[in-house]
């Protein structure tokens, strides 16, 4: 009976990944810190084929209370701040 040895190579253990990052809008200032991102995606149904508009709120950190509601922004995930806070604001596109 042998024994074989699995070895990873350097190329698979260098791998850098991107956090996500979306781009949405403010729809609500919900207190200290904190705002919700809407982003919206456009998917194509998998049966009927017809492409249609889903949206995803997500609870972003806003550390210095900048994004008013209506203020485009891109967020980036990050460690998890809260138990529903995965995300940092990271700038307000114009």
Not at 16 to 41: A, E, L, N
């Amino acid at each position: 009976m042998t024994m074989t040895t699995m070895t990873t190579t350097s190329a698979t253990t260098n791998i850098i990944k991107k956090p996500q990052t979306f781009k949405g809008v403010v729809v609500k200032t919900s207190g200290k810190d904190t705002v919700v991102v809407s982003v919206s995606r456009y998917v194509k149904h998998p049966k009927y084929k017809k492409y249609q508009t889903r949206i995803s709120k997500y609870l972003v950190h806003d550390p210095e209370n900048t994004a008013q509601v209506g203020d485009k922004v891109t967020i980036v995930a990050s460690r998890p701040i809260s138990k529903m806070k995965h995300f940092v604001l990271l700038e307000k596109t114009i």
